[in-house]
């Protein structure tokens, strides 16, 4: 049974940081891409950062490109989003989720290529 838990959410002042965990379990870490997304109140899931298997790749939004780094340890199967100077729209739940594709060559951003998602950690940005 694969899970993806993520950690890390909280509160934070404007202009603060977090760094948010995503723990795998249940698969071969290392064969997938992995994305992180968020859904903000009112509004649909978006992308917000993607790497590939073996972390050599990354893709952005434009809207957290230059603040965001998506990494990735697969001795740990730990994909992690560093978030560094928060603005009151980054305010949202964040979910990560593992590609169902094993190509190592591309990225995903959009959400028809993942399959496996995780419950979201709450993230909010006070101004």
Known sequence: QVQLVESGGGLVQA?????LSCAASGLTFSYFG??????????????????????GLTE????????????RDNAKNT?????????????????????????SSRTFSETRWYNYWGQGTQV???S
């Not at 859904?39 to 790497?51: C, L, Q, T, W, Y």
């Not at 952005?60 to 990494?71: H, L, P, Q």
């Open 79 to 103: 994909v992690y989003l560093q978030m560094n100077s928060l603005i009151s729209e980054d305010t949202a739940v964040y979910y990560c989720a593992s590609a169902s594709s094993t190509v």
């Open 15 to 19: 202009g603060g940081s977090l760094r």
């Open 60 to 71: 952005y939004a434009n809207s957290v490109k230059g603040r965001f780094t998506i990494s």
């Open 34 to 55: 992995m994305g992180w997304f968020r859904r903000a109140p009112g509004k649909d899931r978006e992308f917000v950062a993607s790497i590939n298997r073996n972390g």
């Open 124 to 126: 909010t940005v006070s």
